[in-house]
């Protein structure tokens, strides 16, 4: 039986110049020209964040609304409202019209309104398409378009990354985000001024007081009202100037009911016109954004001008990489020369590598490739190897193995402008895609041809090798760049990417450790564990494994009748936490014995794992892991150097087994300390802060003390596993709740110093 329930039509209206303003600073300008100097970056980003909303967000109709200019109805009530805006930057001036023209020949509607901003085209748009029963998606980056949000409007805002990064606000994130309904939000930028728009708010009037006040009274209205309520120096204020609040609010109230020259269904989503298309691509030169719109428009079945070439979703992909070309000695040369030159911006380079050495490489401009079968020594390879070393710029994924196959094979290296897997992390660190395979799906829409993992001998034919892992990665690189926020990039080029040749050769180089006090820790960890194990046999009488948690629930919950602790899939919780908490509760010589062999047994397989992994040279080299964490810090893997233990005996042991190479004589370790603070009190230049720093206190007592109102020096109670001491003494019920949840409801424990 069909669904009966209709699908809702889908409005998407986006402000033109506020998204075009937010890529042109997005997007690095001098990367984005013409041959004939026509910049191009606004344009770019702008396209590339259509192109993603068009894919993600499937609209039936859309239009993108335009300013015609800076003066307008607004302008003529307050003369100095957006005064304090700068002038036009001249590398952004051009490229509106030739935005406006590509959209076009993409039969994108674009509206302008003398008189009026683009926002209040939105607006009137957004209310008409909701009350005809569709569901509207409006994209500005402009906060006066919040109040347009409701249960049928959504408004898609651009963050800090830039424009290919969208908040959603429905009425529950706007109320989220301030404290407020949408339709109230302008009474709050009414009271408290909006900078962006040279618009004074109340003297001493910040975000609280103006939500409080709304809280209190519902609107400005309501506020003025009551505005003989109001006590103190705010509320003087308010009664002073409460003529910029009137005025605020009377500028800031988008327009909803404009006479535009379209109806809804003048709309909705038109065949592009591919040849109008191609030619305005051409002119501004947008190789894989031509791409990039063609297979769009041909895999959304109908968007193409005469409808021919629509395809279903299971056709395979227009986009191809080009054939690779197989040059050496002086074509090869030559090609360098001239792609070099037309991609000012950096050619794609990936490196082919088998047992850590390098054994071919691929190089990519747009629109042709090379593969290379590289051998030491080979003359006709010179030129590769001379641009290998150059300044010219590259392009590459995952980069830090790369090098290190080059330094091994004796390639010397220089110029990476940009890793996509470092980009792509900057974008999205908690939600940060793996390989290339991952980036080029989700920026570009496409999927990298790969071997069948299912088959014992992959097929080679139409699979991606090094010229194209080279090509998707020198396509897929400006895509992220225009997600990036200015500072992200800064990041990115001046932070980012220098570490990454300063890792490799540290992992390369390795560092120095004792096997032999390595074994004899092991040897001793060993015994102890088996001396614990024996004395918690003594205390049940009987042997089981300690190891097994079903035998260990056996024997806890059954055997010793202790109390249950939390429940799992498979009986309840073994694990040290649950454990540490069960011995501090109702204690028992098998659990404290049990605790210890525990210890034991982890610290033994810390040992074990970092001796195993010793080479030949006497040195372990680890896998410093860029993008592997949220906080930008870096991580350890194989074997993991970060998880070795500081606090207790045994682990300053492990730590003594690092030493230095016969061909040093110290080993030095050092530490930021406290760095956070040390900035922060640097910063806000805070006489506590300063004086604790002078006075040497511990400054994370030193503040924990300060919020909590209690002596630093005060002894802390326990209430952690194992007796940790608890972050705060619990002056107060309120500070309780600081407390871990495994003490909440507890209480404080013994006291400890």
Not at 91 to 116: C, H, Y
Not at 156 to 173: C, F, I, M, W
Request: glycine fraction near 8%; proline fraction near 6%; charged fraction near 25%.
């Amino acid at each position: 039986m069909p669904d009966p329930t209709p699908v809702k039509p889908t409005l998407l209206v986006v402000d033109g110049h506020s998204l075009a303003y937010r890529a042109f600073y997005a997007l690095p300008v001098d990367s984005f020209s013409t041959r004939d100097g026509q910049h191009t970056n606004a344009i770019h980003g702008f396209l590339s964040m259509l192109l993603m909303l068009l894919r993600n967000e499937r609209p039936t109709h859309l239009a993108v609304a335009f300013d015609t200019s800076r003066e307008s109805f607004r302008t003529r009530e307050y003369a100095e409202y957006k005064a304090n805006r700068s002038a036009t930057p001249p590398e952004f001036k051009g490229q509106i019209p030739l935005l406006q023209e590509a959209l076009r020949a993409m039969r994108i509607t674009v509206l302008t309104k003398p008189d009026f901003e683009a926002d209040d085209i939105l607006a009137t748009l957004a209310t008409r398409g909701a009350a005809d029963g569709f569901d509207v998606l409006v994209v500005s980056g402009d906060r006066d378009t919040i109040q347009l949000v409701d249960d049928d409007i959504t408004l898609l805002y651009p963050n800090v990354q830039g424009v290919s990064q969208l908040k959603r606000y429905d009425t529950d994130a706007v109320i989220e985000k301030y404290g407020v309904r949408p339709e109230q939000y302008p009474e709050i930028a009414a009271l408290v001024g909006e900078t962006s728009d040279n618009l004074p708010g109340i003297t001493k009037v910040g975000e609280k007081t103006a939500v409080k006040w709304l809280g209190l009274y519902g609107s400005l209205d309501g506020i003025l009202e009551h505005i003989d309520e109001i006590k103190g120096v705010v509320g003087e204020n308010l009664r002073r100037e409460r003529e910029n609040a009137v005025r605020n609010r009377r500028l800031n109230r988008l327009v909803r009911d404009l006479e535009l020259e379209v109806e809804l269904p003048d709309l909705a989503a038109q065949p592009m016109d591919e040849a109008a298309v191609r030619e305005i691509f051409d002119r501004l030169e947008f190789k894989t954004l031509l791409e990039r719109v063609t297979k769009m428009a041909t895999e959304a079945n109908g968007l193409t001008s005469d409808g021919t070439a629509a395809l279903s979703a299971e056709t395979e992909p227009t986009v191809v990489a080009p054939v690779p070309q197989s040059l050496r000695g002086e074509a090869l040369a030559e090609w360098l020369a001239r792609a070099t030159a037309a991609e000012p911006a950096g050619l794609g380079l990936s490196i082919e590598v088998l047992d850590g050495r390098v054994i071919g490489a691929g190089v990519a401009s747009t629109t042709e490739s090379v593969r290379l079968e590289w051998a030491a020594g080979d003359e006709a390879l010179a030129p590769f190897e001379a641009w290998l070393a150059s300044e010219a710029p590259k392009v590459m994924t995952d980069a830090k193995p790369q090098l290190k196959a080059m330094r091994r094979s004796g390639l010397d290296f220089s110029g990476l402008e940009v890793d996509t897997l470092i980009a792509g992390w900057l974008v999205r660190p908690s939600l940060q895609e793996k390989d290339l395979v991952d980036l080029v799906s989700r920026y570009l829409g496409e999927d990298v041809p790969m071997a069948d993992p299912s088959q014992l001998v992959p097929d080679a034919d139409g699979t991606a090798g090094a010229p194209e892992f080279a090509w998707y990665s020198l396509r897929v690189a400006p895509v992220l760049l225009a997600a990036l926020s200015e500072g992200s990039r800064r990041v990115l080029a001046d932070i980012e990417i220098p570490i990454v040749g300063v890792l490799a050769e540290m992992e390369l180089r390795g560092v120095t450790v004792d096997h032999e006090r390595l074994a004899a820790l092991s040897a001793q960890l060993g015994e102890r564990a088996a001396g614990l194990a024996a004395s918690a046999y003594a205390e049940i009488g009987r042997e089981v494994n300690l190891g097994s948690p079903k035998q260990l629930q056996e024997v806890l919950f059954d055997q010793l009748g202790m109390p249950k602790t939390r429940a799992t899939k498979t009986g309840y919780s073994t694990d040290a936490g649950a454990l540490a908490d069960l011995q501090e509760t109702n204690p028992h010589p098998f659990l404290g014995l049990l605790l210890e062999h525990r210890d034991a047994t982890k610290l033994r397989q810390i040992v074990e794992t970092l001796d195993k992994s010793i080479q030949s040279d006497g040195r372990v080299h680890t896998s410093y892991v860029q993008v592997g964490t949220t906080t930008g810090r870096i991580s350890s893997t194989d074997p993991n150097l970060q998880n070795i233990p500081v606090r207790t005996e045994e682990g300053r042991r492990i730590r003594a087994a690092f030493t230095h190479g016969a061909e040093f004589g110290e080993l030095l370790t050092a530490d930021y300390s406290q760095i956070e603070m040390r900035i922060m009190a640097h910063l806000s230049e805070d006489p506590g802060l300063i004086e604790a720093f002078h006075s040497g206190e511990d400054l994370h007592r030193f503040v924990g003390a300060r919020i909590f109102d209690v002596d630093p020096g005060r002894s802390r109670p326990s209430c952690g596993p194992r007796s940790r001491p608890c972050r705060t003494a619990w002056p107060t019920d309120s500070a309780r709740s600081a407390c871990p949840s495994s003490c909440a409801s507890t209480g404080p424990r013994r006291p400890s110093s």
